[in-house]
C-alpha cells in the first residue's frame, strides 16, 4: 500500500492453477475485480459501491495486480479479504460474462464434483492445489438438510456442526439429549431483518408514512419476547450492536421508531398517517420463504401495524421468486435481511444508499446526502470522524425510513465434541468454506 493509500499492489503466487489445469494470472484479478466494479450488460454487481473507490487496475506483469484508488478507502483491505470475491478466469468471462451463473471453476483445495438439486453437493481433492500435502481429505458430501433432519443428524452423531445455528429451543432440546456430547457458543450475529419500503409506490414515497409504520414497531418488547425462540434478539441501528460504531442505547432510542415508549411512538404513528391522509392503509410484506427468522420478522410487522389501523398480508415466495418481484418493483414493503463477514461502515451501509449506486437498495430510494456521507466515513481515517459521520448517516437515514432494521440476529452454535479442539467459533461459519466441518459421515 502507497503512502497515501491510494495504490496497492499485490504479488500473486506463481504455482495456482484453476481445475481445467490453467494458470490464474493478474488478468483473472483485475477481470475479475472490473466484473464488481463495473459490472457487464446483464450482470448485477450486489456490492459495486462498495468498491467505488477503485478508479483502475493495473496488470505490469502476469504475476502483479495495481490497483488505484480515487480517495483512500478506510475499508479497502477489508473489501480485499472479502469472502464474497471469486476470483474468475478472464478467458472465460470474455468468452461468457454470465459464466460464474451456470459454470464452477476454481482454484481451491476441492474439485466440483456433482450437486444435486434439494439434496446434496460433492468435491473431491484437487491434486495441483498450490499448498503441498493439501488438502488432508480425498473429498468431501455437503448434504442440504432442514428441520427435524438437522436435529436428528445432531443426535446420531452424523452432524459435527452446521450453518445456519440453532433456535434456543433447539440448543437446550441438544443439551439435554447430548450432555458433555455437545459444545454451545452464542455471539452477536453480523446479521439483521431489515424492512425495505418500495419509495416508487404510494404512499411509501411519503417520508410521514415510512416512518409511521417504522415507529409502530414495538422492537425493544419484541426482543424480549423473541429471544428465547428465534435467532432475534437485539434492537440496533445500521451497525451490529455491540461493534465499536455501533450507536449506544441512550443515542439510539431518541431516534424515529427505537424509543422505549412504544404507546407514545404509536400515538405519533397516527398522527403522521392522518397528517398524510392515509387511512385503513392495506399493505402486502414479501417474505423470504425460510421460516427463521423471517416468518417471525413478518408476524411481528403484522402485530405492530395492526396496532396503529393498518392491515397486512405476507406473501411468502422461495428466494428465487422473492428476488424477482423485489428487482421488479412490484411490491409494497420487503422484509430483508443484511449479513456480512465484518464491522465496517462501507460494507454495511449498502443497502442504504442510493440505488443507482447500489442495487441492493431495494427500496429504490436516491438520498444525495446519504451518498455524500458514505463517502466521507470511507476517506476518513480518524475513528473517532468516522463514527460521528456514521452516526449522522444513521440518523438521517432511519428518520426517512427508506429502509429500517427490525431486530438483529444471535448466532448459536452446537458442536459435536468430535470436533473438541478445533478451535471453532461462530466466526468460521460467515463465508467459510466447510468442507472440514459438515461432513456426511
Known amino acids: 500500500m502507497s503512502s497515501d493509500r491510494l495504490t496497492y499492489t499485490f504479488k500473486l503466487r506463481p504455482n495456482v492453477l484453476f481445475h481445467d489445469g490453467s494458470k490464474l494470472t493478474s488478468n483473472d484479478v483485475k477481470a475479475s475485480y472490473e466484473r464488481i466494479v463495473h459490472p457487464p450488460p446483464g450482470v448485477v454487481s450486489a456490492r459495486k459501491v462498495d468498491y467505488a473507490a477503485i478508479s483502475s487496475i493495473d496488470t505490469p506483469d502476469p504475476r502483479t495486480v495495481v490497483f488505484h484508488l480515487q480517495w483512500p478507502e478506510a475499508a479497502m483491505l477489508a473489501n480485499f479479504a472479502s469472502p464474497w470475491n471469486c476470483i474468475y478466469s478472464a ?13 464452477i471453476l476454481g482454484t ?19 491434486d495441483k492445489y498450490f499448498q503441498p500435502g493439501k488438502p488432508y481429505l480425498d473429498g468431501y458430501r455437503a448434504d442440504f438438510i432442514t428441520g427435524g433432519a438437522v436435529m436428528a443428524g445432531y443426535k446420531t452423531g452424523r452432524i459435527a456442526a452446521e450453518f445456519r445455528g440453532v433456535t434456543p429451543v433447539q440448543r437446550d432440546e441438544l443439551v439435554e439429549a447430548l450432555g458433555d456430547r455437545v459444545e454451545v457458543s452464542e455471539s452477536p450475529w453480523l446479521s439483521t431483518l431489515l424492512v425495505a419500503f418500495n419509495t416508487h409506490r404510494p404512499p411509501f414515497d411519503d417520508a410521514r408514512v415510512r416512518r409511521a409504520l417504522s415507529l409502530a414497531i414495538d422492537r425493544w418488547g419484541a426482543a424480549a419476547r423473541l429471544q428465547g425462540s428465534t435467532f432475534l434478539k437485539y434492537v440496533g441501528g445500521v451497525m451490529r450492536p455491540g461493534s465499536s460504531m455501533a450507536t449506544p442505547e441512550a443515542e439510539l432510542v431518541t431516534i ?36 427463521m427468522p423471517h416468518y417471525a420478522g413478518a408476524d411481528l410487522l403484522a402485530e405492530s401495524w395492526r396496532e396503529i389501523g393498518v392491515t397486512t398480508t405476507q406473501d411468502r415466495r422461495n428466494i428465487w421468486d422473492w428476488q424477482k418481484v423485489i428487482d421488479g418493483g412490484q411490491f409494497d414493503v420487503a422484509l430483508d ?7 465496517d461502515p462501507t460494507i454495511q451501509l449498502t443497502k442504504f444508499v442510493s440505488h443507482d449506486l447500489s442495487p441492493v437498495n431495494y427500496s429504490g430510494s436516491t438520498d444525495r446526502f446519504l451518498d455524500a456521507l458514505f463517502i466521507g466515513q470511507a476517506v476518513t481515517s480518524d475513528p473517532r470522524q468516522r463514527v460521528k459521520i456514521v452516526r449522522d448517516f444513521e440518523r438521517h ?21 468430535t470436533l473438541k479442539g478445533w478451535s471453532i467459533t461462530p466466526s468460521h461459519f460467515i463465508g467459510q468454506d466447510l468442507t472440514d466441518v459438515w461432513l456426511d459421515q
Open 256 to 291: 424515529p421508531g427505537f424509543a422505549h415508549d412504544i404507546a407514545a411512538s404509536r400515538e405519533e404513528a397516527r398522527r403522521l398517517l392522518a397528517e398524510a391522509g392515509v387511512h385503513d392503509l392495506k399493505l402486502t410484506v414479501m417474505v423470504r420463504d425460510i421460516p
Open 108 to 126: 481451491g483445495a476441492f474439485v466440483f464434483g456433482e450437486h444435486v438439486k434439494g439434496q446434496y453437493w460433492r468435491g473431491g481433492r484437487w
Open 91 to 103: 478467458a472465460k468471462l470474455a468468452a461468457d460474462p454470465l459464466f460464474p451463473k451456470t459454470q
Open 337 to 343: 435481511f443484511s449479513g456480512d463477514f465484518y464491522d
Open 397 to 417: 437515514a432511519l428518520t426517512e425510513a427508506y429502509t429500517v432494521p427490525l431486530l438483529w440476529w444471535n448466532r448459536i452454535v452446537a458442536t459435536s465434541a
